[in-house]
Structure formats: C-alpha cells, structure tokens
C-alpha cells in the first residue's frame, strides 16, 4: 500500500485535495491510503484521514500568522518526523508556502517526492520563494496561465494543469435546478439577492465583515425590499463566528447558509466578496461583483512598504488583464463607495450584461482541454 502526505491549509485548497484524492482513487489499480492536514471536503471523500485540521491554522495577514507560530510549527514538526520514519512514499502541498515551503525541504533532503500542487504567489511578494520551490519539488503545477509564464522567466519549468474549480463548477451544474432553488430559498420576483462572502478565515473576517454590514446597510436603504443579502458561510467557519462580529443593526440583514456557495451562486444577481477563490467562483457563474479587502493596519503597512505590490488583487481582473471587478482595499474601503458602485452595475442593464458578457472569457482562459483533477492525479501517479 502506498501512503501519500496531504497538506491542504485553506479551505480552498481542502476542496482541490478532494477532487484530486477521488481522481487517484478511481485510477489506482493499488489501495492509497492519504493523511495529513486538511478539512471536510478530504474528510468526506472517505480516503483521508486528518492528523490536523485545517479550520485550526486558517489565518490571514503578516501580523496575524504570528500568533500561529507555535500551532504551526508543532504540526510541520510532526510532519517532518513521520516522514523521517518512512510514513509517505509522496506529499501533495497545495499553495500554504510559510508552512509548506520548509516542510518540502526536508521531505526532499530525505528522498521524499514532493509535487506542489497550486503555486504560492511568488509573483505578488517573496520572489525568491520560487527557487527553493523549484529546488524541492519533483513537480511545480499551476493553476493559472500567466504563473507559466512568470516561473519561465526566471528559467523555472512549471505545469500549467488547469484550474480546479471548473471540475468542481461543471460536476455542480449537471444536477442544479435554479427554479427550484428560488422556491427553497422564497426569492420574489422583482428581488435582487446578493452573495456576501467575507472571507473563509476568522482573521480576514473581523477586518471584512463590519465593511460589508455597512454597505448592505446603505444597500437597504437604497433598495428597500427589493434586495436581500445571502452569506454562504465557509466550512472553516460557524454561524456564530459571524453574527459575533455584528452589531445589532446589522445581524438581522443577512441570511447565513452553511455549505451550499454553489447554490447561492445560482440564486445571486450579484457578489460582495473578499479578493481569493470566491473571486474565481463568482466569475465562473458569471456573476458580476466588488471586491472587498481589508487587513489589520500593520499587515496592510508591511504589504504596502515590504511586498510594494501594485498590480490588482482580485484573481478575476489578474486573468482577465483588466479591472473588470473593482477593487476596494484597506483606506479604500468606504462602504458609501461601495454602494456607490454596487448600485451602479446592478442597476444598469447594460452594463451588468457587459459585466457578464466579459466574465464568460474566463472558462475559455483557465480550461487547457482535460479534468485539471486527472492531470494532476495522472502527474501524481508517477511517483507513486
């Protein structure tokens, strides 16, 4: 039996590890036991068995990772030792580079093959990160077109394999039903619902959520009754965490819905959302949306005088070239402004057709002809 180490930090990365973990699984002639960190997506595919859990070390800004240190050292030094003893014949890393990155290392030095299965982005801050990547890792596997490129100007091989997320999109949209899902969900007529996604981390969360809680607060305003604000809650979170960091006057605006984004999605006209995944999930929906960032004011000082990152934030206008989504970060984060754009893509037909004209090109740009969950399975299985 061959044993392949997992670790899935985000619960984005979680849901890939799954759709990865059931690829291997239907194409093994062998039984392949899987361990490691991850969360309810590995866990419910029935071949994983989780020695930390990933909800434990979701953190968010430069500041907050520090108070993480000891959690996550205890968990990369487990890690290390079971590998030492011969516990993994593979480990699959999935982005998480400040715990991953040392972690490949050693798996390297001690013979161990090691695939990096979703990039860090090297390309926005720590460059340098790519040459001890690319030094221990059998195999480095993009999932966006343009990190190709990057890798190969600094004369690093790495596998475009296409993006995740259109495996796990298109499996959902064979079984929806969006009429029926408008019934459960009592949505009226000439109602507007709009998807609220502050983030799948407690640290990003706290800065996010209050922002959002004022502009659908102007929204309602604005609106009235013609507008409700669903938040599909990610597994990494509970309904408490949320209504926690509300006051009174906000709480009841939102609708809290626990594991079903892709259902929401499918209900939603529009997205106020954290820049990350969801980003790409709304895009893929074609769902026009603002985006919404905001870090505490030491993480957001080290981004802006130590990383110097200037390009956009949010995934969809990175692929796309272009600010289609606009970007709200930090000091920019006004909800009046906000509102202010929402209202005006929202309202406007022809500009939310073009808005949504302009999110189909993305399929076209992130899809390379096969399952990305099989073309990593089957660069995998080389080592196994």
């Known amino acids: 039996m061959k044993r392949v180490l997992i670790v899935a930090g985000e619960a984005s990365a979680d849901m890939h590890a799954a759709n990865l973990v059931r690829s291997i699984s239907s194409i093994s002639k062998q039984k392949i036991e899987f361990s490691g960190l991850g969360g309810k997506e590995l866990i419910s595919t029935g071949f994983f068995t989780p020695e930390f859990y990933n909800g434990d070390f979701a953190v968010s800004g430069l500041w907050e990772l520090l108070g993480h240190i000891r959690k996550i050292y205890s968990a990369q030094r487990y890690f290390k030792d079971m590998a030492s003893l011969g516990s993994y014949d593979a480990a699959v890393l999935l982005d998480y580079p400040d715990f991953n990155i040392p972690l490949a290392k050693h798996l390297t030095k001690i013979g161990v093959p090691v695939i990096y299965y979703v990039s860090p982005q090297v390309w926005v801050w720590r460059k340098s990160r790519m040459y001890g990547l690319s030094r221990n890792s059998r195999e480095i596997l993009s999932i966006f077109p343009f990190e190709k490129d990057f890798y190969k100007k600094h004369g690093i091989d790495v596998a475009y394999v296409g993006h995740p997320l259109l495996d796990q999109i298109s499996s959902y949209m064979k079984t929806k039903d969006t009429e029926k899902l408008k019934k459960e969900f009592n949505i009226g007529k000439d109602q507007k619902i709009i998807a609220v996604l502050p983030g799948s981390r407690h640290g990003e969360i706290k800065y996010i959520l209050p922002v959002m809680a004022d502009v659908c607060k102007e929204l309602k305003q604005r609106l009235g009754d013609k507008v409700r604000f669903i938040v599909p809650v990610a597994p990494t979170i509970k309904e408490q965490d949320i209504f926690s960091m509300l006051d009174t006057k906000t709480k009841g605006l939102f609708e809290i819905v626990k594991d079903?984004?892709?259902?929401?999605?499918?209900?939603?006209?529009?997205?106020?959302?954290?820049?990350?995944?969801?980003?790409?999930?709304?895009?893929?929906?074609?769902?026009?949306?603002?985006?919404?960032?905001?870090?505490?004011?030491?993480?957001?000082?080290?981004?802006?005088?130590?990383?110097?990152?200037?390009?956009?934030?949010?995934?969809?206008?990175?692929?796309?070239?272009?600010?289609?989504?606009?970007?709200?970060?930090?000091?920019?984060?006004?909800?009046?402004?906000?509102?202010?754009?929402?209202?005006?893509?929202?309202?406007?037909?022809?500009?939310?057709?073009?808005?949504?004209?302009?999110?189909?090109?993305?399929?076209?740009?992130?899809?390379?002809?096969?399952?990305?969950?099989?073309?990593?399975?089957?660069?995998?299985?080389?080592?196994?």
């Open 260 to 384: 079903r984004t892709y259902d929401v999605y499918s209900i939603s006209d529009y997205a106020l959302l954290a820049s990350g995944t969801a980003t790409v999930e709304a895009g893929l929906f074609e769902l026009p949306m603002t985006i919404v960032y905001k870090v505490s004011a030491l993480s957001a000082f080290l981004f802006k005088h130590i990383v110097r990152y200037k390009n956009p934030i949010g995934m969809v206008n990175l692929l796309l070239k272009k600010e289609l989504a606009k970007e709200f970060f930090q000091s920019d984060a006004e909800p009046l402004k906000i509102a202010d754009d929402v209202m005006k893509n929202l309202t406007d037909k022809q500009k939310y057709s073009e808005f949504k004209d302009e999110l189909k090109k993305l399929k076209e740009i992130l899809y390379t002809g096969e399952s990305p969950s099989n073309v990593v399975a089957n660069q995998v299985m080389k080592y196994l």
